[in-house]
Every structure is written in structure tokens, then in C-alpha cells.
């Protein structure tokens, strides 16, 4: 019989034996290395060895293999295979534990996304409270996986913010240079109006200016600093995992994968400090009351200064006009599909990898943005209703008829379901931001923040402000919250105050962010999809006649907004359409 904790294989089949002798009788291996040879009385089939009853017992108890499938007498292979003496994937690992040096990593743990050591694994990291896996168990599917597609992404997407920040710096340093230029030219234009006396306070002046403009070009040179240092070891790391990958080296890659998250967060927070700085521009007012007051004055003039710091993407006060082109459509209906496809929700977790939800078929999709095509479906067993992502490999869904929040991983262009979430009520949209969740409830009406552990944060049940909220989505600072009986978008910050509302709907379902701040919304009522701004205040149309547009969500590297319909008409909820817009 097969211990519970794992699936046992339907057939075991072995593509080599061992000679006539050893195929009669199976003996233990783990005895077989150190001891005498003992006959086999059950199989692991994690490890793929024979074992003695014994070692059955000992790999019962054993904290890192209790969970093991184990095969009794009667159900274990009974001739021994190549594959079982020698395992396919050797341990190789060499890459010590920054908290046990003299311990080499060899295990992962899958709740806290850390790579492990044995005395980690003993001591922090117990089956009983972590799921816990040996790496040359689980990182052959590493490779030319969607996790590595999607950090290498990560890692260009770094490299481009740098190059392009410091294009930025020098474009607006060398617009405040020529200002301070201009400055100094009013300068000389002003002494010379004056006498002598004003020597010393002209000098002043000049070394204000300069002094700037040296602080301007110090920290001009410490952002190309930081932007080349992050570019230099971006690209070495790239390049190890690129490495890597070509030569199926899948245990030290899976490590690289992930110490490279890591460093992935670091430059992120680096590249985003590199935003705070503020480079102004300026000009020279003369001082009219220094002809007759010379004597009182202790200065020249005075600065003026407007800043230059780019702007970082807050809330947009107006909607600028935008020309928008169909690009196609996309069919995301598949064989294992019982009907007509329903698409409330969808997720973009890189330019070429669309997460979609179908109501209708209780599923979530994969699809490739690229060949146009789904790669990948999980079957769930009640309405998922919406769709964020978590991490780069991980995503959560609103289960509303459970009442629970079911969270997903994505490993090897394959859907797995994870651990589900208990919540207080008929969850139905959800955004992941900073680690923190924000659920909007139609039963009861109201707004929840959720730690990713399931901790609440905060609670909003406002009578006057929420009647049906639908769907939510959220960023550094601002939360918008779609409710399709009170008609309205409602604006809030992360004290889950209210900042502003937009009443210019009939039917707000789905609803997205842009780059730039604004807001998409799927006016259902009207066939339209309205752009809002970022305060709530104005709003536009900028796509019309469409067929009862229900999901949405926005591409920023490529300008695209894929829409949904639910018309219950297989020609149009079949398919997402594709649209530019620029």
C-alpha cells in the first residue's frame, strides 16, 4: 500500500537491470553502501530505492522523508534498475549557507521562498510548519521555465529603468547647467550697471551659482554610478543564468534563479531612490533696491527655481486624448472547455504571459500574448471571479461561493494549485501590492486589506460609499474600487480614507491601472471602456461600440489594453480583443 502524501505512479519500468543475479532478488541499498546486504521489504518511490524493513521504518520518522511514497513488498518494483543505483540528478550542490558556512544549500522551502541547509531545515523550517523540498527533486522543471523567463525579464526591465534614468539625469542636469549659465550672463549684465563696489557680492554670486552646478554634476555622476553598477552586475548575473540554463545545470541555476529575487528587490528599491532626486532649474533676479540701498545690502540678487525632477507616476488630474487601433483577437477557448467562455478578470505577469480567469468553465488560464494561443489551464471546482499576481511566480483568486482566496504557482508553464485562504464574506475582487492584499466583498459590501498570510489589516463597510464592489486594483499609494450599484469609482489611500470618487458611469465591472496613473473601467451599460483620471475628477472614452466589454487590463511596455465581452454569444466570449493605444 502506498503511505499517503503523494500520488503513487501507475506503473514503475526499468529501462536497464543489473545482470540475472541481482534481478531475482531486490536487497536494500542504503545497507547495501555500508553494511550487509539485506533483502528489500519496501521502495521509495521519492528516493527510488529498495528498502529493508529497517530502513522502511527509520524513512517513516525521518523528518525530511515522512512524507515520502513508500510501497510495501507486494507493490514495489521487483528488479532492480539503473535508474534506482544510480539516481538521474546528483547531488552536486555546492554553494554553502550564509548561516551554517560549514553546511552546503540543498533543501527549499516553498512557504518562505528561502533556500535551506539541514540544520535550517532541523531547526527553522520543520515539515510540520513549512513545505520543504530537496533541490534535485524539484529543479529539473527549472529549466527554460517560466520562472527563469520571467527573472531574466525582471532583470532587463532593471537594466532599461537604469539606462533610461540616466538619460533623464543628463537631459534635465544639462537644462539646469544652461540655466545656471543664464544665470551667471544677468549676472555680468547687472554688475556692469553698477560701480566697483560690488565686486566682492558679484563674486558671491558666482560661486552660488558654481557651487550648484558642481553638486548637480556630483550627483549627475553618482546616479550614472549606481545605474552603471546595477547594469554591470545585472548583466554578469544574466549571464551566469543564461550559462546556466544552456548547460542544464539545474541545481545551480534554480539557486541562481533565486538569490537573483532577491537582488532583483534590493535594485529595485535602488532604482526607485534614484526617482526622489529633485534637479532644479534657475534664474537671476537682480536687486533693484541695491542702486540706492548698496550700503544696507548684504547680496547681489537672488535665486529663483522651478524643479526639474521627472514625474513619477501619481494621479493624473486631466485624461490626454489617445488614438487607438484594433490589433486582433485572441481565442482562449480549449478542448477541455464544457461551454461558452466567460472572462471577468485577467492579469498580465509579463508583455508575453496573460493570467485570465473563465467564470463559466471554472478555470484559469495561460495565455501566450505571442502565438496568441492558451498554454496552460488549471480546473478549479467552483467560479474563480478574480485574478492578481502575488509574486512573479505566484497568483491569488477570489473563490466568492467558498468564501476563500486560492493561490496558485507557476512553475514550468504549468498552473498548481497552493494553500487556500479562509476569508470573512463573498470575496470577489483582488490586487497584491507591497505584499498586502486589498479584496473587495459583495456579501457583506465592503473593503478589506489582507496580509498574505490572511492577517486583516484594515476593514471599510460604508454604507454610502459601497452598494456591490466588484473589482479593485491598486498601487504604491491609491486603491479604486468598482461597484456596479452605486455607479461609481471610489479613490482611496492606504488608510483606506476616502480621496475621490467618479460618478460618470452606468456599469463599472472590470478595471485597470495605466502606466501613466489614469484608470481603465468597463462601462458595461454603454458599450464603452472610459479612461478615468488619476484624482477621479475627469473622465473620457476612449473605446466604443464594443460588445458588452467585461474584463480589461493594460499592457504598459507595448500600449496594448486586452478587453473581454460577455455577450452569451460564442463569437465574442470566445475571444479577447486587442487594442493600441498611444
Known sequence: MAVPGKKMPKTFSSSSTMGSDEDIKVYCQPCDCDGPRLPAHGYCVDCREHLCDTCLAAHKRHTLSRHHTLLDKNSMPQTMSSASVHPSQPDNLTKPCPKHMKEMIKFYCQNHEALLCSVCVILEH????????????ISDQILNSTEHQVILKAMDTITEQCRKKSEDVKKITALSNSSLTDVLADIKTFRTEINQRLDELERQAEDAAKTIQQENNKNLKAVETTCEGVTKSLKTLSDTIKHLNTTQKADKLFMELKLAEQIIKGYKKRVHHLAAYDVKEYSFKPNKAISTLLEKERSLGTFTKKSLKQPSPSPAVDVKSRQTSHQGEICVQTSKDKGRCCIPRMTLLTPDLLIIIDWRNYAVKMVDTCSQSVTAQLQLDTEPCDVTSVTSIELAVTLPQKQNIQFISISSNKLKKKQTLKVDGKCYGISCCQGKLFVSF????????????????????????????????????????????????????????????????????????????????????????????GDCTTGKVVLKDLNDPYGICWCAETSKLYVSCYTKQDKHDNFLQVFKLS
Open 126 to 137: 520543520t515539515v510540520t510548519s513549512c513545505e520543504v523540498n530537496y533541490i534535485p527533486y
Open 442 to 533: 459583495v456579501e457583506p459590501a465592503k473593503l478589506q486589506i489582507l496580509g498574505t498570510y490572511g492577517t486583516i489589516l484594515t476593514t471599510v463597510r460604508l454604507g454610502s460609499i459601497f452598494s456591490r464592489p466588484v473589482y479593485v486594483t491598486s498601487k504604491t499609494d491609491s486603491i479604486y474600487v468598482s461597484d456596479w450599484e452605486m455607479k461609481t469609482v471610489t479613490k482611496f489611500n492606504w488608510q483606506c480614507e476616502v480621496t475621490g470618487s467618479y460618478g460618470g458611469v452606468t456599469w463599472p465591472l472590470g478595471i485597470t491601472l495605466s502606466d501613466d496613473g489614469t484608470v481603465f473601467i468597463c462601462d458595461n451599460q454603454r458599450n464603452v471602456i472610459e479612461e478615468i483620471a
